[in-house]
């Protein structure tokens, strides 16, 4: 059986995924209106509950039709369609996300950053590990949550409560005794990873090391406040724009919108409409802040959309405050094997929240086995089971050849020609 927020369903489809959440659909019958507006960003909130037959349920966190609402119209009368992801899921995922460039600090600084700003509960990994930078800047939750689990050696899973947990990829929980009507042991040679490079590269931290930024973009006319993303000494900036310009910048220790915040230097650029500037200049480096001036394409020879880009270039200052112990400012390591007969080295991972060259040496296994996870897998196929769950450890009543396998994946579907239960998992190594 299985109901949506208590209302039966015709059909049904739940995935439970390690380190993207939940994805679901399901049929209702009867036309049903939404009392929220999806094109106003509002979200209705379900839960699906399902059982197996057998005593066992599962109910699922809160869901939000974030992908599809529809309605199908037959001869046999008007049924509702939705589709989407886990509450959750939604919430991290939304783009353009920023946080204030952090340093010195820990893995659950930025995790409780993520949280406040999402209102989800998140427990981060078992150990907490120090990091030298971090740059949330434009991006969504999800990427930066997934970088801190590839370095901390863990899994993501949104639990049934809608809460997300940092899970490390040797916890296997209980085990299921599943009976499928089918499975698949595959192993791919392209997956399989011998070892790789790790470079941390925190060039905001090498003293007097002139360092290139990358644009900040405008595309809008008018007086700008932008966050340098890290700070920078001794700053000269160039205007690099395609259509529009960039002008009357001014170089500041803190947000110019604080009573508190200084202007460093203020650089006019050649612009003919000099700004008179009553506000001292300190010269005191490093920058934080900088106030730009974008003007738009000069028309009517120039009738483009705004596209200004700034260049801010200058000296990287030292590390504000004392080093946080057993953190290495740069490094570059060999993960495994990347070089001989047999090798099959994996991607570069140039990463700064790896915080020491010495605990990539005392978790270079774990690091292998996280890169081979889609090397040696196996798919199971047969009756629901709602005794399956993320990171159990599988085990079947097949030839001893099936070797036991760490759940990734779990599927459930339901209609009214039979439910069934899709795992997918790969080989324990350990």
């Known amino acids: ?22 994805d679901w659909s399901a049929t209702v019958a009867g036309r049903i209106t939404f009392p929220v507006d999806p094109a106003a960003g509002e979200q209705e909130v379900f839960v699906l509950h399902v059982g197996d037959g057998r005593g066992h349920t599962l109910t699922s966190p809160p869901l939000v039709a974030s992908s599809q609402r529809a309605w199908d119209y037959s001869i046999g009368g008007e049924v509702t369609i939705y589709s989407g992801t886990d509450q959750t899921s939604w919430k991290l995922s939304q783009p353009f996300q920023s946080l204030p460039t952090l340093r010195n600090t820990q893995f659950s600084t930025i995790i ?16 907490d590990l120090n990091l030298t930078e971090e740059d949330v ?13 590839e370095v901390a050696i863990c899994n993501l899973v949104v639990d049934p409560s809608g809460a997300l947990r940092f899970v490390p990829l040797q916890w296997v929980g209980e085990t299921c005794n599943f009976v499928p009507e089918k499975a698949t042991r595959s192993q791919n040679p392209t997956r399989r990873v011998t070892g790789f490079l790790i470079n941390k590269l925190t060039s905001h931290y090498q003293a007097a090391a002139v360092t290139q930024d990358r644009y900040y973009t405008f595309d809008s006319a008018g007086y700008k406040v932008q966050q340098l993303r890290h700070p920078v000494s001794s700053a000269v900036a160039v205007d690099e724009s395609t259509s529009g310009s960039c002008s009357l910048v001014g170089f500041w220790d803190g947000n110019p919108n604080t009573p508190t915040s200084n202007l460093i230097r ?5 612009n003919a409409d000099q700004a008179f500037v009553t506000v001292p200049a300190t010269n005191k480096w490093p920058a ?27 000296s990287s200052p030292p590390p504000e405050g004392a080093q946080l112990q057993g953190v290495d400012l740069s490094f570059t390591v060999t993960v495994g094997v990347i070089k001989g007969q047999g090798a099959r080295p994996g991607p570069v991972r140039n990463e700064s929240l790896y915080p020491s060259k010495a605990y990539v ?5 774990g690091l292998i086995w996280e890169s081979n996870k889609d090397f040696d897998t ?11 769950r993320l990171f159990g450890k599988l085990k079947m009543a097949l ?4 070797p036991p396998a760490r759940i990734q994946q779990v599927d459930h579907t339901g209609s009214d020609s039979g439910f069934s239960t899709a795992l997918n998992g790969f080989v324990i190594p350990w």
């Open 399 to 402: 030839p001893a050849t099936v």
């Open 137 to 149: 800047k434009q991006s969504n939750w999800w990427d930066a949550l997934a970088r801190m689990a």
């Open 112 to 127: 409780k950053a993520i949280a406040d700003a999402t209102g989800v509960t998140i427990y981060g990994p078992t150990a």
């Open 378 to 388: 196996i798919r199971t196929d047969g009756p629901i089971d709602c005794t399956a």
């Open 266 to 270: 203020f650089q006019s650029m050649g």
């Open 288 to 314: 934080t802040w900088i106030t730009v001036a974008v003007a738009e394409s000069a028309p009517p020879f120039d009738a483009r959309p705004i596209a200004a880009r700034l260049a801010i270039s200058g």
């Open 361 to 365: 040496i005392a978790n270079e296994q």
């Open 1 to 22: 059986w299985a109901n949506l927020s208590g209302a039966p369903v015709l059909n049904f489809r739940v995935s439970q995924m390690a380190n993207r959440g939940w």
